[in-house]
């Protein structure tokens, strides 16, 4: 589901019909506020186009302001959210282009999506066939991680900015044409039923939950639970896959960014990819890659020990294979499996 931070932003926005102002970096500062609680800002300084310096009572933050503001307007502010992100309502200030702020269709579509129940625990594929086909032999491994690639890109997650992609000539029609907003809506109708769900690649999403949708003007019905999950990925940064591999095999496969610390104490952010199987002769095994600018951390787990010790022997070839390829392995090792439940 949509994070609360995230429903509380919106619904603040929809209510007081006052523009949100988000700090660009304040993730210790954020303890020195009180959601609800309003603050007199100060604006210092204008740091690049739409980043400002400005002191919220005694913190000294950096916002992201309209480019109307001068160094010396005064704001008054209102905590909506900490975590995971300091933002505030704009209430008034001393500069007459940012008073009066009406709720833009934008903002009232928002509103209305996160009041709205989520259908699934995921969003289908409109595609049911396996991503490997071959009826002898192994994978491809160039192979089928381009078909990975491709299931995760036209999921319809990303599908505004492959628009733009369209429009500037690196995206061809038919490609974008095989994402759901583009697909008949019983097609797509017919995924989100659940029907023949062993045979579907899928997007996780939240709980499912049975319960009755609103129309939304603008939006047809059929999408909701897409637009749903691009909000979600959005604020979370998450994104989980769920389908056939090759016929048969199931994979999850998770993707997120998180915040790390770099040896010098500045602040960095990491992207982490892990996919899990449960192989017939293996048993479960489960992969986890960190990508950080010192290179690729690899971490294989798996319940049985002799799983272990072959993975174990096969890790230098890995490793090999990998910097072959053009990727530095910072570390990689083998661990036995814990499940997470």
Same mark, same amino acid.
């Given at each position: 589901?949509?994070?609360?931070?995230?429903?509380?932003? &919106?619904?603040? &926005?929809?209510?007081?019909?006052?523009?949100?102002?988000?700090?660009?970096?304040?993730?210790?500062?954020?303890?020195?506020?009180?959601?609800?609680?309003?603050?007199?800002?100060?604006?210092?300084?204008?740091?690049?186009?739409?980043?400002?310096?400005?002191?919220?009572?005694?913190?000294?933050?950096?916002?992201?302001? =309209? $480019?109307?503001?001068?160094?010396?307007?005064?704001?008054?502010?209102?905590?909506?959210? &900490?975590? =995971?992100?300091?933002?505030?309502?704009?209430?008034?200030?001393?500069?007459?282009?940012?008073?009066?702020?009406?709720?833009?269709?934008?903002?009232?579509?928002?509103?209305?999506?996160?009041?709205? =129940?989520?259908?699934?625990?995921?969003?289908?594929?409109?595609?049911?066939?396996?991503?490997?086909?071959?009826?002898? $032999?192994?994978?491809?491994?160039?192979?089928?991680?381009?078909? &990975?690639?491709?299931?995760?890109?036209?999921? $319809?997650?990303?599908? @505004?900015?492959?628009?733009?992609?369209?429009?500037?000539?690196?995206?061809?029609?038919?490609?974008?044409?095989?994402?759901?907003?583009?697909?008949?809506?019983?097609?797509?109708?017919?995924?989100?039923?659940? @029907?023949?769900?062993?045979?579907r690649s899928s997007i996780e999403s939240a709980p499912s939950v049975e319960q009755p949708r609103i129309s939304i003007p603008g939006v047809a019905d059929h999408l909701q639970p897409l637009i749903q999950q691009q909000l979600n990925a959005l604020e979370t940064r998450h994104v989980q896959w769920q389908g056939q591999i090759w016929p048969n095999q199931q994979m999850n496969w998770k993707i997120h960014e998180e915040p790390s610390k770099s040896a010098s104490g500045a602040e960095e952010h990491q992207w982490i990819t892990q996919i899990q199987l449960n192989l017939p002769k293996?048993?479960?095994?489960?992969?986890?890659?960190?990508?950080?600018?010192?290179?690729?951390?690899? %971490?294989?787990?798996?319940? @049985?020990? %002799?799983?272990?010790?072959?993975?174990?022997?096969?890790?230098?070839?890995?490793?090999?294979?990998?910097?072959?390829?053009?990727?530095?392995?910072?570390?990689?090792?083998?661990?036995?499996?814990?499940?997470?439940?």
């Amino acid at each position: 589901m949509i994070p609360a931070d995230a429903l509380n932003s &919106l619904k603040a &926005l929809a209510l007081t019909q006052k523009p949100l102002v988000t700090a660009v970096s304040a993730s210790t500062a954020a303890t020195a506020f009180e959601l609800g609680q309003s603050y007199q800002a100060s604006v210092q300084a204008q740091l690049a186009p739409g980043i400002f310096k400005v002191q919220v009572g005694e913190q000294m933050l950096q916002l992201q302001l =309209p $480019g109307s503001f001068r160094a010396g307007d005064t704001i008054m502010l209102q905590v909506v959210s &900490l975590l =995971p992100r300091l933002t505030f309502t704009m209430a008034t200030s001393a500069n007459p282009l940012s008073t009066a702020e009406q709720l833009s269709s934008t903002a009232r579509l928002l509103s209305s999506l996160t009041q709205q =129940p989520f259908g699934k625990n995921f969003v289908p594929s409109i595609q049911n066939a396996p991503l490997w086909t071959g009826e002898t $032999g192994f994978p491809d491994p160039v192979e089928l991680a381009g078909k &990975l690639h491709t299931a995760l890109s036209q999921s $319809g997650l990303f599908y @505004e900015s492959h628009q733009a992609q369209w429009l500037a000539g690196a995206r061809n029609t038919t490609q974008l044409m095989q994402e759901p907003q583009n697909q008949p809506a019983d097609k797509v109708i017919a995924a989100l039923s659940g @029907e023949d769900n062993t045979k579907r690649s899928s997007i996780e999403s939240a709980p499912s939950v049975e319960q009755p949708r609103i129309s939304i003007p603008g939006v047809a019905d059929h999408l909701q639970p897409l637009i749903q999950q691009q909000l979600n990925a959005l604020e979370t940064r998450h994104v989980q896959w769920q389908g056939q591999i090759w016929p048969n095999q199931q994979m999850n496969w998770k993707i997120h960014e998180e915040p790390s610390k770099s040896a010098s104490g500045a602040e960095e952010h990491q992207w982490i990819t892990q996919i899990q199987l449960n192989l017939p002769k293996l048993g479960n095994v489960t992969a986890t890659l960190r990508f950080t600018g010192g290179g690729l951390s690899l %971490s294989m787990d798996a319940e @049985e020990n %002799s799983t272990r010790s072959k993975l174990g022997a096969a890790s230098s070839a890995l490793v090999s294979a990998m910097s072959d390829r053009g990727i530095t392995v910072a570390n990689a090792m083998v661990k036995q499996h814990v499940d997470a439940a």
